[in-house]
């Protein structure tokens, strides 16, 4: 299979849809691989490391789009993308239909059939293509969370880790799935002192058997919440309830309780966030103050270390992305009802219920899909 990469175009994506290493496998398994000039750079991988994998490096990405049977990317096509997507061609990436129905449409046109990363599960009940960015953002809320402690940034001069004789930085994770385990556990490397906040007994549970002597947990009420933040020099939201908007657990009233200077890192700001003080930032100007308490809500964290981000997705892509490749998409998805949760659209149609419900468009279920 001839297997197309282009240059992510969505401003301020550095991300890439292969590494030089996926590139190295695919060649391996007798696929050839079409890597638009450029197209790593911003994720620090040279046209040379796509060369020395055995890949081919194309000059734009219409011949990209054009010589390729399958297209990797990272975010949902843009509209001059769309454009050169064809019938018959397989398209593996990020969609997030439900909002966007300019992309459903032009997708079902293109006649092509598309399979969305966030939608791919796995045996756990989990989102195997979704994880890797939480685990990446759930690491850096600690780190952009401290920087915005600093006292240059208006944060309150908090070092997380104290030093002997001066007590560590208060923080407080509300939510403890991907980013806030992650988020805790960073937390508490650096010295601080933790605790996690979910509502979810067995989630409690586990954190407590696995993690209980790196950081304290807490039932997550109105009460609790509001307490540990009073005492907070961070909090961190990292909740998710599936397919709503985030809930406000922090209100603009509460801000007023807390410490001048604290920072609240909203990493839930990608589903409204959890603050009712939050509003998306970007990595260009990513924070703010209201009522003395600074203010961290970008959208897309993954993107301020765009290497990692793009070897952590590659490496939760790539199984995906050979079977794919070496057994068609049909035959893939046939044998991996994981892989076939993916598919959102086939052939002109709709292949997933969630984004039909949302956007009023009839669905084939996926599995007449195989069949047409
Ligand atoms: N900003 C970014 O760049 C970025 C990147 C990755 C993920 N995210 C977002 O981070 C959020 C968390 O993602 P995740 O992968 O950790 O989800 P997850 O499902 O693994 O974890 C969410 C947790 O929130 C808990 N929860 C729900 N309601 C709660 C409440 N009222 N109080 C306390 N806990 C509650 C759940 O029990 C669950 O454990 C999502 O909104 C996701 O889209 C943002």
Known sequence: ???????????????????????????????????????????GFTDEDYTAAGAAIIGTAAEVFEK??????????????????????????????????????????????????????DANGGLPLLAPMSEVAGRLAPQVGSWTLQKANGGRGVLMGGVPGVAPAK????????????????????GADVTVLDRSLPRLRY????????????????????????????????????????????????????????ALVDVAIDQGGCFETSRATTHADPIYEVDGIMHYCVANMPGAVARTSTQALGNATLPFLLNLANKGWKQACEDDPHLLNGLNVHAGQLTYYAVGKALGIDVISPALALKN
């Not at 397989?90 to 939608?119: N, R, V």
């Not at 923080?171 to 650096?190: E, N």
């Open 1 to 43: 299979m001839k297997i197309g990469c282009p240059t992510e175009i969505k401003p301020q994506e550095f991300r890439v849809g292969m590494t030089p290493d996926a590139t190295r496998e695919a060649i391996a398994h007798g696929h050839d691989v079409l890597i638009q000039s450029g197209a790593g750079n911003g994720a």
């Open 68 to 121: 390729s049977d399958m297209i990797v990317k990272v975010k949902e096509p843009q509209a001059g993308e769309r454009k050169m997507l064809r019938e018959g061609q397989l398209l593996f990436t990020y969609l997030h239909l439900a909002p966007d129905p300019e992309q459903t449409k032009d997708l079902m046109d293109s006649g092509c059939t598309a399979i969305a990363y966030e939608t791919v599960t």
């Open 171 to 190: 923080v407080v994770v509300i939510g403890g799935g991907v980013v806030g385990t992650h988020a805790a556990k960073i937390a508490a490397g650096m």
């Open 207 to 262: 954190l407590d058997d696995v993690y209980g002597g790196a950081f304290k947990n807490q039932y997550s009420t109105a009460g609790a919440t509001a307490e540990l933040v009073r005492e907070a020099d961070m909090v961190i939201g990292a909740v998710l309830i599936p397919g709503a908007a985030a809930p406000k657990l922090v209100t603009r009233a509460q801000l007023s309780e807390m410490k001048p200077g604290a």
